[in-house]
């Protein structure tokens, strides 16, 4: 359809305009069925525009490749720019708002199957609420090893690696498609869901083992009064 609208004379030139890290250069390396264009999954790989000849029944088609564009006014806030994708991770200044818009996007379970953590309950009288971020980092860093100079969890670090893998989709949320309803939705997801719950399993399989050898170092190590044998009786120790 489009070959039967091209001008003889100018043909077509199509460009392709967007948020970075969207595909537009994995679209053209498609249409061109060749990898002409360098891609990446980290924002901003393409750095200036360029175009690209494709021949469609015997005549030129222009396609127009351009780094992505942030638009101001349509844009959405940060946070939620950097958990799309779209800003860079590595570039990112502060990591709590970020943590955030994740923490509320992934429940608390998932994120204790996923990473092997617990996480501390809320108290009473904040029953229901979601994990603060400094909870689920220092969990986490403390968890890895990320430790700073200082000796505390590594906060930076840790929020650089669970953004990653949100973005990756390690960390899965997923919006059900038009016309579809949780309860019909769900069952797509069950896959993902059945690693999550045996995780679990051996999660809570872990923390009985660690709660039992918590009670035998403490009973072992316990204090406990000196006493000697002397003639067959036993007496107090005498210092």
Do not use: W
Request: charged letters at 25%.
């Amino acid at each position: 359809e489009l070959s039967s609208g091209i001008n003889a004379e100018y043909g077509y030139t199509v460009g392709l305009i967007g948020y970075p890290n969207v595909g537009k250069s994995s679209t053209l390396n498609s249409l061109l069925r060749e990898k002409r264009v360098q891609v990446s999954s980290t924002p901003g790989k393409t750095k200036h525009f360029q175009t690209f000849k494709l021949s469609l029944a015997g005549k030129d088609l222009t396609l127009c490749d351009c780094p992505g564009l942030v638009f101001p006014n349509l844009a959405s806030s940060q946070s939620e720019m950097i958990c799309n994708g779209i800003l860079p991770i590595d570039h990112m200044r502060d990591h709590v708002g970020p943590m955030t818009y994740l923490i509320d996007k992934i429940p608390r379970d998932v994120l204790e199957s996923i990473y092997g953590i617990t996480l501390p309950l809320p108290d009473e009288l904040e029953k229901g609420r979601k994990p603060y971020p400094f909870e689920v980092l220092r969990e986490y860093g403390q968890n890895r090893g990320f430790m700073t100079t200082r000796g505390t969890p590594d906060e930076s670090r840790a929020a650089r690696i669970m953004l990653k893998d949100f973005v990756n989709g390690k960390l899965l949320h997923v919006h059900p498609p038009p016309g579809y309803h949780g309860d019909n939705f769900n069952p797509v997801c069950e896959r993902y869901m059945r690693r999550v719950e045996t995780t679990s399993v051996r999660l809570e399989k872990k923390t009985q083992v660690t709660l039992a050898k918590e009670n035998v170092e403490s009973s072992f190590f316990r204090a406990r009064e000196a006493q000697m044998l002397v003639k067959g009786k036993q007496t107090p120790a005498q210092y």
